[in-house]
Every structure is written in C-alpha cells, then in structure tokens.
C-alpha cells in the first residue's frame, strides 16, 4: 500500500498595512510615474476617440451645414468601396514586397561583411548610408537623380541596351517606390543579420566543417537556424515601419497615376485633406488601426515565443 503524503498549501506571505511593502507605500513610488502615464493617454488615446466620434458622423467640409450622425454608414462605404481594396491591397504588396527585398539584399550584404577584408569599415560604412538619408531626400534622390527620363543615371547606364527614355516612375509607379524603399532599408536588415551572424558561437561552424559539411551545408544547417529570430525580428519591424510609408509615395508619385502608387495612408489624406471627407476618412483611419494592432499583436506574439524559446 502506497501512502501519499499530502502537500502543504502554500502560505501567501501577508502585505503590511503601514511601511515598506504596504498597498499606500506602492503608489507612493508610483506617483512620480502617473504625470507621465496621464500624458501619455491624453496625446495617444484622446485623438483615437475623437477619430472613432467623427468617423460615426457624416461631415464634408465642402458642404457647411450637412454634418450629422450617421452610424456605421461611413464603415459600410469603406469596405464597399472597390477603390479603398484596391489601396489595400497596393499597402499589402508594397509592404511585404519592400520588406522581403529589403531582407534578401541585407542578408546578402551581412554575410560579405561577416568576412575580413581590407576596407570593410569604409564599405560598411558606405552601406549603412542609405538609412541614415531622410526618407523625403531619399524620394527626392531616387526620382531626380535616378529615375528622370531625360537626366537620370538609370537612363544614362542603359541607354546603350537599347532601353531609350523610359519614364520609370510613370511606367512603374509602384515598382520605383519600392525599389526606393527597399534601398533605403536594406541597411537596417543587414545590421540586424550581421549582428546575428556574428554572434554565432565559433565551436560549432568549426565542428560542422569537421564532420564534412561544406559552405552551403553550413550556411543551411547552421547559419540559417541561428538567424531566424534575426530575420523575423527583422521583417516585423519593417513591416510595421513601412505599412505607414507616406513621404517616399508622396514625393514620387502623388499616389499616381490615378490610385496605381496608392497606399492607405496617402489614400486617407487625399480622402481627408484634398477631398474634405473628414467623416468617411476617419472611418478609414479606424479600419486601419485596428486591422494594424490586430496583425501586429499576433507579430510580435511570434516574435516573443521565438526569444523566450531561444533562451529556454
């Protein structure tokens, strides 16, 4: 016959009424914080409300006199409306486009610089530029300097492969943003990776080549593994960064031609501040935010479990 013995219930240590650890001695530390807190939900989650409040209400401000309550009409127009899809669905790919490219060419670039080489200060520090420029310099670069039909370097490279003046910008408005896009992050992704790279511990690459494996085998089953996290931590961020790009599309294409360069956020300030919808823009501006937490909750959720996996 087995006996059990019974466990002992854990005893919650009691808090003290008065003193140190007491309920009043925890807001007493507390309190220097809650000016900054107030602050806080006053600028972040006031302008959120009143955004929810105008966009219940019908109002152009175009026809004085016209605002009024409507409900959830402004919703119904955002999600019947085929142009605001096709705005979604030009932010979905400009976004993950400009985030996978951006990952790819700074993977690449990390694992030249993981290599000793002379000069690899200066050429790091040449590939670090791009993401230090300001994105509206940046915009302005790309489509004076290099995608102008008439003066731009690209014209000037290709000219003797026949390709003539091709207005880029014109013929492939969402394509230039992003290729701006993709050369202006691309740095971000290779410090990331190369941060990555480099901390991988030495005894294993060299016992992989040991047993035989060659550079790719290596690069496969090492290297890869080890960078995951890096890489999803990379394409989160940029993710979140680069679904609210507005100057590089504002600067290059107007969102032209028609709604072709479009994402969501220039298509709400078009809507709010060149077509005077404050109410149905606002309902966009909610449609947006909520869709954005909700992605990036489950985002960074995998993120999280990726870190705290690693660790255990």
Known sequence: ????????????????ERGPGSRADGWIRRAPLLPALIFTIIITQL??????????Q???????????????????????DSQFRQVALNTVVLTAGAVIFSMILGLFF????????????????LLITPFLITPVAAALLWKTVLFD????LINFVLSPFGVGQTDWISTFPLTSVMIALVWQWAPFMMLLTLAGLQSQPHDVLEAARVDG????????????????????LGLVLGAIY??????????????????ASANLPFYIYQRAFLGFDIGQSAAMGVVVVVATIIIATFALRLIFRSFSGEES
């Open 1 to 16: 016959m087995t006996v059990t013995a019974e466990r002992p219930a854990e005893v919650t240590p009691r808090r003290p």
């Open 47 to 56: 302008p959120f409300l009143f955004t929810i409040y105008y966009s219940l």
């Open 58 to 80: 019908s109002w152009n401000l175009v026809r004085p006199g016209s605002r009024q309550f409507v409900g959830l009409d402004n919703y119904v127009n955002v999600f019947t």
């Open 110 to 125: 990390a694992l030249l610089l993981d290599r000793a080489f002379f000069g690899r200060g200066f050429i790091r520090t």
């Open 149 to 152: 039909p008439t003066y731009g």
């Open 213 to 232: 494996a060659g550079t790719f085998a290596v690069f496969r089953e090492v290297t890869m593994p080890h960078l995951r996290r890096f890489i999803e």
């Open 242 to 259: 680069l679904v609210n790009t507005f100057d590089a599309i504002y600067m290059m294409t107007q969102g032209g031609p028609g709604i």
